[in-house]
């Protein structure tokens, strides 16, 4: 079984259940009628970027797909700006480890679709089924996943480094064929668009660290940020939820929140819930914390980025996902905001109203 970077893992089922809560939670708060509650995702096209300097896409119609045959000797990730879909296939395939033994040359790649956009830095996708050296997708499918009625298909993002000048396979959706086999979705074409040509994020506010506060315990912007946050748990553990507050920090619509979730009085979520709605944790059942970047809409305050109910890392970091001053983080300025997290569901509600 090879191991790669980029692999899902517990944290990422943890993410999915998070994102399913976020998504309920928004409609139970959203009034009737509001933009939030419509089906599919919603953009402004008027926030659409201009034409990237660059765009490559296989040309679809009228004619055959492209179908590939790798040489068998170790994959080399790409450093071409406008890599051909076989150096696509071999960045993801370097970013494995494998076996001497291993041959490349066993299976064919029929390619779907690839897409390289270049604007600020570069995004590629590609979209491949996985053949046998004789016969069609179908044949393979069911000789490695009995009773499967579906070719083995997947799409893979990948981002320019450019402080190695290559490509890096950073997320991917769908079944890469030689691990257990798997149902999982496929991004569709609405999607593709946000992860290699999204709108841009927002500008932050221009504030200072003093400008900072945090509303004190039994105010009505601590109770109403509180309550913003409450229906993600509560859609996953029940009702009620309670908050010991770790970090609150607020300012011009948004704010950065700690919190560990409990019952009434101080009374712990049992691990026997813990286990059954989330699945394992590495922290401190007693102790765990979740990190929550929020915003002020006109119904209210929102979870506009979290890192699920037991993360393993920090996302103090990626307010600028949605805006959010850096401030509140005690920085002067956003370290970076290249990391697209193209692989968590919450991506594609950044643009939501």
């Known amino acids: 079984m090879p191991v790669n970077d980029f692999q899902r893992t517990v944290h990422l089922r943890t993410l999915s259940i998070f994102a399913g809560a976020l998504a309920t939670a928004a409609t139970l708060l959203a009034p009737a009628g509001a933009a939030t509650a419509r089906a599919g995702l919603a953009i402004d096209q008027a926030d659409r970027p201009v034409a990237p300097a660059a765009v490559t896409q296989m040309a679809q119609a009228g004619g055959a797909r492209e179908i590939i045959l790798l040489p068998n000797k170790p994959p080399q990730r790409s450093g071409d700006r406008d890599p051909s879909s076989q150096a696509l296939l071999e960045t993801w395939l370097g970013g494995y480890g494998w076996n001497k033994d291993k041959r490349f040359d066993q299976e064919r790649y029929e390619i779907v679709n690839r897409r390289v956009v270049w604007g600020e830095f570069g995004r590629a996708i590609l979209q491949f089924r996985v053949l046998p050296i004789d016969g069609d997708a179908m044949a393979l499918a069911a000789r490695r996943c009995p009773g499967r009625h579906a070719p083995i298909e997947m799409q893979i993002y990948f981002q320019w480094g450019p402080e190695n000048n290559l490509w890096t396979a950073l997320a991917n959706r769908g079944d890469p064929g030689f691990e257990a086999c798997s149902d999982d979705k496929l991004w569709t074409s609405e999607q593709l668009e946000l992860i290699v040509n999204p709108p841009p994020f927002p500008v932050p506010p221009r504030i200072?660290?003093?400008?900072?506060?945090?509303?004190?315990?039994?105010?009505?912007?601590?109770?109403?940020?509180?309550?913003?946050?409450?229906?993600?748990?509560?859609?996953?553990?029940?009702?009620?939820?309670?908050?010991?507050?770790?970090?609150?920090?607020?300012?011009?619509?948004?704010?950065?929140?700690?919190?560990?979730?409990?019952?009434?009085?101080?009374?712990?979520?049992?691990?026997?819930?813990?286990?059954?709605?989330?699945?394992?944790?590495?922290?401190?059942?007693?102790?765990?914390?979740?990190?929550?970047?929020?915003?002020?809409?006109?119904?209210?305050?929102?979870?506009?980025?979290?890192?699920?109910?037991c993360p393993s890392d920090s996302i103090a970091q990626q307010g600028y996902l949605i805006g959010a001053p850096p401030q509140l983080v005690d920085l002067d300025e956003w370290p970076g905001t290249d990391f697209m997290p193209v692989g968590d569901p919450q991506y594609f509600d950044l643009w939501k109203p």
């Open 208 to 309: 200072t660290r003093k400008d900072v506060v945090t509303p004190p315990a039994g105010s009505a912007e601590r109770k109403a940020i509180m309550d913003g946050l409450r229906p993600t748990f509560e859609q996953v553990f029940g009702k009620p939820v309670e908050f010991k507050v770790g970090s609150l920090r607020v300012f011009a619509g948004f704010a950065w929140v700690e919190v560990h979730p409990q019952r009434p009085n101080g009374k712990p979520i049992s691990k026997a819930e813990w286990d059954k709605f989330v699945g394992p944790c590495e922290q401190k059942l007693a102790t765990v914390t979740a990190q929550f970047w929020m915003r002020k809409r006109g119904d209210g305050w929102r979870v506009g980025w979290g890192n699920g109910f």
